[in-house]
Nanobody, 123 residues
Framework: QMRLVESGGGLVQPGGSLSLSCAASGRTFSAYTAAWFRQPPGKERDFVAAISWSGDSTKYADSVKGRFTISRDNANMVYLQMNILKPGDTAIYYC?????????????????WGQGTQVTVSS
């Protein structure tokens, strides 16, 4: 079982930046596609960004394109750099992983999840 642990959440003012990290263990992370999802208060958990196992391909939700950047290292970390943050970005952010997957990026397509980290964008 892949274990994922997120960190880096917090409170930030509108227009600010925040960087999230996700540390993986338990499996060969380099064989897994990694993704970030988020769940605003009272809403569904939605796809934010994904990066392929090789790091060559990325995909973003339209709402974050041009503001968020997903990246990974050659070991066990995946990151989400979030810039020009808006109050609508407030949510619990979850790291997810699935072996060698590149498809629709729905919640059901990922089998491993972290516990989430809170991001609050407010003045």
């Amino acid at each position: 079982q892949m274990r994922l642990v997120e960190s880096g959440g917090g409170l930030v003012q509108p227009g600010g930046s925040l960087s999230l990290s996700c540390a993986a263990s338990g499996r060969t992370f380099s064989a897994y596609t990694a993704a970030w999802f988020r769940q605003p208060p009272g809403k569904e958990r939605d796809f934010v960004a994904a990066i392929s196992w090789s790091g060559d391909s990325t995909k973003y939700a339209d709402s974050v394109k041009g503001r968020f950047t997903i990246s990974r290292d050659n070991a066990n970390m995946v990151y989400l750099q979030m810039n020009i943050l808006k109050p609508g970005d407030t949510a619990i952010y979850y790291c997810a992983a699935e072996r060698a997957y590149w498809g629709n990026f729905g919640r059901a397509d990922f089998g491993s999840w972290g516990q989430g980290t809170q991001v609050t964008v407010s003045s």
